[in-house]
């Protein structure tokens, strides 16, 4: 319990100094935010806002959870690094993707075909490592099970395993780099998954099989490795989130661009992978779910027919054309995603509760 204490402490505090750091150096350079000029209007005004402050909560992330390990004097994990690895891969190609932008003085940065290798590459190591480092009692990092609230179904093999976690990673990544579009909206609702996430961690490592000799019932017991150290990198993102939501809040002092968004996405879906409740994320990441499909609505809709389903996409972007403030957009939307939280969290519990 201390290491999750620790962690968020160390990640909030570490944003909440170090972001303005961060904003006067991007300011002082002109990395500023470049705004389509098809979006709101009432976004002109946020051109030359410093962004690639996905920096800071990455970097703060990794520094809590080394801090963290050197204060408790505990080992860092296979899986904890794993997720940290992915988070901080899809954080550069995110950062590539922003520098071109800045450099170039437009909306659009890596070509497709190059960001989507970036990520691809980053996936594929990260999922054909989460399937090697077998501990003692032969558990890796990530099951070649699909996943629920726990593992179900038949070994679904290494090679489909892949496949299925590169496409679990590029759905997150670009569901939080969709909802990255209003002041704290993409922050807010990941502080929220990942303080989920954090509560799912302590519990597994509370009802872990490792731990089977001291449960009152063994038989209920939790196969996934190392619970805890997941619950540890959880509570350093969501704390690192928070202190970044301090400054990105409306009117936001600093955007996370893709660097943020990809990188918290990756983060998310690692953790998913690791701590075996992958489909559990749809549930718990709702509001990520929401505004990809509205996406996906919005263009299938004007491919198959020439309508448009919303005014605009993503999601955030109809409401805010139908006259609703941004402050009001965000608010509803956080809510949104506490409900998802809220649900995908009794989700949890009831499946494993009725194994």
């Known amino acids: 319990m201390n290491q999750i ?7 909030l505090f570490l944003t909440l ?15 500023g935010q470049y705004i389509r000029d098809d979006g709101p209007r009432e976004h002109a005004s946020k051109r030359g806002t410093p962004t690639m402050g996905g920096i800071a ?46 450099v170039k003085r437009r909306s659009l940065g890596l070509r497709a075909g190059a960001k989507m290798a970036g990520q691809l590459i980053v996936g594929i190591v990260f999922a054909v490592l989460a399937i090697r480092f077998a501990d003692e009692r032969g558990q890796t990092p990530a099951s070649l099970k699909l996943s629920f609230v726990t593992d179900f179904g038949w070994t679904i093999g290494p090679v489909l395993f892949v496949v299925w976690a ?15 579009g209003l002041d704290g909206l993409a922050t807010g609702a990941s502080v929220m998954v990942f303080g989920g996430y954090t509560f799912i961690g302590l519990w597994q490592f509370q009802n872990s099989c490792a731990n089977a000799m001291e449960l009152t019932d063994p038989a209920s017991c939790i196969e996934v490795r190392d619970p805890l150290d997941l619950a540890v990198v959880a509570a350093a ?6 202190g970044f939501l301090w400054w990105n809040t409306s009117p936001a002092k600093i955007f996370m661009g893709d660097t943020g968004s990809l990188a918290l996405g990756g983060a998310l879906a690692g953790l998913a992978i690791c701590s075996r409740t992958e489909l559990l994320l ?46 009001l957009v965000v608010v509803r939307f956080w809510t949104i995603q506490g409900i ?15 194994g």
């Open 340 to 354: 998802c939280v809220i649900v995908g969290l009794g989700l949890f519990y009831t499946g494993w509760a009725a």
């Open 57 to 102: 909560f990455i970097l703060a992330t990794m520094v809590a959870y080394a801090l963290t390990k050197i204060l408790t004097g505990d080992s860092p994990t296979y899986p904890g690094v794993l997720v940290l690895f992915l988070m901080a891969g899809m954080g550069v190609v995110g950062f590539l993707d922003d520098y071109i932008k800045i």
């Open 17 to 31: 100094i170090g972001t303005p750091l961060l904003i006067k150096l991007l300011a002082r350079k002109g990395y």
């Open 5 to 11: 204490l620790y962690a968020g402490a160390i990640g």
């Open 237 to 242: 993102l969501m704390g690192a989130c928070f």
């Open 166 to 180: 590169l496409f679990m990673i590029l759905a997150m990544s670009n569901g939080v780099n969709l909802t990255d």
């Open 282 to 327: 749809v549930v718990l990441g709702g509001l990520f779910v929401l505004i990809t499909l509205s996406v996906i609505m919005q263009v299938g809709s004007f491919k198959l027919t020439g309508r448009r389903v919303f005014r605009m996409a993503p999601l955030q972007h109809h409401f805010e054309l139908k006259g609703w403030s941004e402050v």
